[in-house]
């Protein structure tokens, strides 16, 4: 029975070690791929870059609105990883902030991406970045499911 066990808990770990190490490196998409993916599934693109002119490793801001215009992904290239890795923080940190004794967070660093989710207070929140790109979004819980979507078939 012993042996059954630890023959078991080790094909467990060896699963997981290649799962990890699989997913170590993603790939960043551009703001042009960026607005040809969600435009493909019904969203509206505008360019919001000079909402940001004030911050010069902000190179390019797409932002993707749902039909009924009740929510926006937002998508940020910037100058180089390390801004993305400081931009990414910061913004956890402010979700980090919102947090009440029910909320449900996800938070991974792996390789050249990270993603944090948080559910909280009837919203949805997610920071995710991969290399120089990062998407933010902070809807309510009812459209989770909907922007969980985008970010899976985006990559992110």
């Known amino acids: 029975m012993k042996k059954i066990k630890s023959l078991i808990m080790l094909f467990t770990c060896l699963i997981m070690l290649f799962t990890i190490t699989g997913c170590g490196n993603k ?10 993916k969600v435009e493909s599934m019904g969203y509206t693109t505008m360019d919001a870059t000079d909402q940001m002119s004030q911050y010069d490793y902000i190179e390019k801001v797409t932002l993707a609105i ?14 180089d990883s390390d801004y993305a890795i400081s931009f990414f923080n910061n913004n956890k940190q402010i979700f980090e902030e919102t947090k009440d004794t029910t909320s449900a967070y996800t938070s991974v660093n792996i390789g050249n991406h990270a993603k944090y989710t948080l559910s909280t207070d009837g919203k949805y929140k997610v920071v995710s970045r991969i290399d120089n790109t990062v998407i933010y979004l902070n809807v309510n819980n009812e459209y989770a499911s909907d922007v969980k979507e985008v970010l899976e078939s985006l990559g992110y």
């Open 27 to 36: 790939k960043a998409i551009n703001s042009e791929e960026f607005i040809s």
């Open 66 to 79: 749902n039909e009924d215009e009740t929510y926006q992904i937002e998508f940020y290239e910037l100058s």
